[in-house]
C-alpha cells in the first residue's frame, strides 16, 4: 500500500486537540482514530501490535491524561514515553514517512 492510501493514525480524538484535529485529518484521508479499550497508550506490545496492523502513513498523538478530580490535563508519562518508542521503532521497519526517492 503506498504511503498516500495508508490511514492516520490520531489518538485523543475524544479531547479537546484530537476533537479539533479529526476534521482537520479526515481532508487527508481516511482517518482511524481507536478508543482506549481498542488502544492502550500505557502498554508498547499493544501499541506496537497495533501500528503494525493499522500501518499508517502519520501517527498524531494528542491522548493525554485526564484527572477529572484535579481538573487538570497532564500527559501521561507512559503515554507519551511509549508512542515515540514504539512508533519509531516500527517506522523503522515499515518506512513510515520516509521520503520516496
Same mark, same amino acid.
Given at each position: *500500500?503506498?504511503?498516500?492510501?495508508?490511514?492516520? @493514525?490520531?489518538?485523543?480524538?475524544?479531547?479537546?486537540?484530537?476533537?479539533?484535529?479529526?476534521? @482537520?485529518?479526515?481532508? *487527508?484521508?481516511?482517518?482511524?482514530?481507536?478508543?482506549?479499550?481498542?488502544?492502550?497508550?500505557?502498554?508498547?506490545?499493544?501499541?506496537? #501490535?497495533?501500528?503494525?496492523?493499522?500501518?499508517?502513513?502519520?501517527?498524531?498523538?494528542?491522548?493525554?491524561?485526564?484527572?477529572?478530580?484535579?481538573?487538570?490535563?497532564?500527559?501521561?508519562?507512559?503515554?507519551?514515553?511509549?508512542?515515540?518508542?514504539?512508533?519509531?521503532?516500527?517506522?523503522?521497519?515499515?518506512?513510515?514517512?520516509?521520503? #520516496?526517492?
Amino acid at each position: *500500500m503506498s504511503g498516500i492510501n495508508r490511514p492516520i @493514525l490520531l489518538t485523543g480524538v475524544h479531547g479537546r486537540v484530537g476533537g479539533y484535529l479529526l476534521p @482537520l485529518l479526515q481532508k *487527508m484521508g481516511d482517518v482511524v482514530t481507536p478508543t482506549r479499550s481498542e488502544l492502550d497508550l500505557g502498554d508498547a506490545g499493544t501499541i506496537h #501490535s497495533y501500528v503494525q496492523a493499522v500501518n499508517p502513513r502519520w501517527i498524531v498523538n494528542p491522548a493525554a491524561y485526564a484527572d477529572p478530580l484535579a481538573q487538570v490535563r497532564l500527559p501521561g508519562p507512559e503515554i507519551h514515553g511509549n508512542i515515540p518508542d514504539v512508533s519509531g521503532e516500527t517506522a523503522h521497519q515499515f518506512t513510515l514517512g520516509s521520503p #520516496s526517492r
